[in-house]
Every structure is written in C-alpha cells, then in structure tokens.
DNA sequence: GTCTATACCGCGATAGAC
DNA sequence: GTCTATCGCGGTATAGAC
C-alpha cells in the first residue's frame, strides 16, 4: 500500500458493479440506462466507461463473477462418499448460497437472452458444470441402489428448479427461519428422490 | 357475417398480439420496439395503435390473457375427492398446459417487473388463485392423511416451481416424449409428497 | 478520474392525408 | 385502416478540458 493517491479509484469499480446489479434485478438489464447506473453511484454517465468498456460487459462480468463464485464455493465444501449426505450437502448449499445472493441469481437467470452469442456460451457452461454436480450424486445414489429416480438428468433440473424457486418467496424475517426452510426442503428433496 | 368490408381488420389485430408475444419472449418486453413488432406484422409502427392504446396496455393484454385460459382450463376439470387422483390431475395438467404454450408462460414469468403497479397486481392475484387450486388440494390430503407435507404453503411453491421449470429444458421432438414426462415428474411429485 | 458537451440514433406516440 | 411525417425525449458512447 505504497501507493494512496485518491482512493476513489480503488473503491468505485466496485460501487458502480454493485448499483448495476442491484439495478438490473431490479428493472431489468435493458430497462436500466447508464445514466440511472451513474446516478445511483454519484458521477456522470461517462465516468462509467474508466470500469467498463461497455454496458454488455457489465451484465456478463456480473454474471461471471457470481457464477465463478458458485463453483468456487461449492467446490470448497468437504467430499463424502455417502450419496445421502452428499444430496443434503448440496440442497443445504445451494438453498443458503441462492437465498444470500438474490440479485445475482435473479440475473444470472433472467438476463440470459440479453448476452451476445459468445457471452452467453460461456455462461451456460458455468451452470451447466454446476448441475452436473448435483446430476453426479443422484447418478452415484442410483447406481448404489438407495435413490428412486427414473431419470436423473430430469431429477437434476426439477431438483434445481425446485431449490432456486425459494428465491421467488423467501425473505429475511419471515414466517420461517432460513434453518427451517432448509429443513423441509431437504425432507421434501430427499422424499422426491425415494429415499 | 352480413359485413365483410376489408377483413384485415379482424386477421390485424391477433396477429400484432402473436408478434407481441413471440418477440417479447425472444428478446424481452423493454428490449422490444414497437417498430420492431410492426415490422413483424408487416405494417408500420402507427398502425398498431388501432390495436392497443400503448405499448404497456398490449404486454397486459397478453398475460391476461394467459392467466384467463389456464384459470378457465384448470376449472374445466372434472374434480375429484381423491387427494392423490386430484394432485396426479394437477400434474399432468400443468405440464401440459404449460408446454404449449412456453412463449405467453415466459413472459408472464419474466415481465411481471414490467407491469405497472395496479396490472402487477391483478396479474399477481390471478397467479395465486391458480395456486391456491394447488395448495387446497395438499391441505386436503395432509388432512385425509395420505400426504407428508410439513408446509402446504411451501410444498406449493416448491411443487409449483418444479413443475414450470420442465419449461426450460423441454423441447417437443427431444429425447423423451411429453407423456413419459408427465409420468417422471408425476412419479418425482408423488414421492416429494410421501404418498 | 470526473467533468461538460455533444454526436448520433432509435424510442413511444400523435397528426393528418388518403 | 394504413400510410408518411414528425415531435420530444432519452439511449450509448466518445472527445477533450481540468
């Protein structure tokens, strides 16, 4: 930290990521102009373009970050053989990790058809790497005779579309408690699964 | 039919109402001109204000429209006492009917942001009268006994969001046919419910 | 590193001819 | 019922001063 000059710099890449994100939940990708972006942040429009080359790159560094992030933190639980233990592990997960990041997830989502052919490439391989991880575990429990899944690439994706649906309702506060909702989600899982 | 006139002006209006519906799901509500919708139709963008008094007014139009038909669909059901003969119906039902119909289901997802408040809420309150079909029919059968459920509210959510979520991956002419999918998710559902 | 000023474009919507 | 023409606005992005 030899250097100090005006810390601006250092702290308003940030910011502007973090007013886009919530901005782009919110209203939409290209429902949110640079200007709104700007304002939020306290500069002008054009003070933008020193964080971004463009607003595209805006929207996928956004959806990178948080899908690199995904990976990253799934990747860093323990490993367990037990394919029981492992489903729990992944629906405790992702419930937490989803419930934590709603803006993101709600991006990552929703704005896929605003990404250019290449951008969205890579996107979609990011979460395809993810659902394979849960598709690995449903495939070891069939395999090990304790699932009941006719299909496990269908498993996969209702399981998915199943967990990250909390975000649609959950909020901080609420009836439940994030504990409990992770509770009878995995009872509900682990049903669906014949176990 | 004593009038025939110029028939365009029967054949115009439906038609800017599925190029609305098309593009919209494709590329977005807010990313949608109206230039772009009349270019579809084959008119020019004035033109379309014979059929809707703006643009807003057309995208409520359209999942109006959408919420309408599965509400009167659902309803044309032959009821059922059976919990699990109702929940199997409910199934099936809203695989089927969503499949069809995966443009006007998308956007009546991902353009609620889009509506302006007194639309969103009408919108929302035809939502989760459908819902509401789902969540009695799991009260009935936790009461009967013959369902596990520790939440109705949330097995609706949780049931609900698994099942539209076959609207992401499933293409007609794709490795499984839509009845073999109804029996997998029927089969995932049934045991996620503990009958 | 942020500003002002601006280029250039496409937006939703309306007026009025035919 | 569709057209051409147009209004007024706001979009992304850049140039160049400070």
């Known amino acids: 930290m ?3 000059k005006n810390s601006s710099g250092e702290i308003t890449g940030p910011r502007v990521r973090a007013a886009a994100l919530r901005l782009f939940a919110r209203y939409g990708y290209a429902a949110v102009s ?3 972006i700007a304002a939020e942040v ?4 054009s003070a933008l373009y020193r964080y971004t080359p463009d607003k595209q ?4 560094d956004l959806m990178q970050a948080h899908l690199a992030e995904l990976l990253d933190s799934y990747a860093a639980l323990p490993g367990t053989d037990d394919p029981v233990a492992a489903l729990e592990q992944f629906t405790r997960f992702h419930i937490r990790f989803h419930t934590a990041r709603s803006d993101a997830v709600f991006i ?5 058809r605003n990404l250019e052919p290449a951008n969205f490439a890579r996107i979609e391989a990011m979460r395809r790497q993810y659902e394979a991880h849960l598709q690995a575990i449903l495939e070891r429990g069939q395999a090990a ?3 009941a899944v006719p299909d ?5 994706y209702a399981l998915i579309a199943m967990l990250t649906g909390v975000n649609t309702w959950y909020r901080e506060g609420g009836r439940l408690s ?3 909702v992770e509770d009878i989600y995995w009872n509900m899982v682990r049903q669906a699964v014949g176990v």
Chains 1, 2 share one sequence.
């Not at 990552?108 to 896929?112: N, T, V």
């Open 178 to 180: 994030l504990a409990r």
């Open 34 to 36: 640079m200007r709104q």
């Open 57 to 60: 790159s805006l929207l996928f």
């Open 152 to 156: 496990a690439k269908l498993a996969t």
């Open 42 to 45: 306290g500069v002008q429009a």
């Open 108 to 112: 990552a989502y929703m704005e896929l």
């Open 145 to 147: 005779g304790v699932f």
């Open 2 to 4: 030899a250097r100090k």
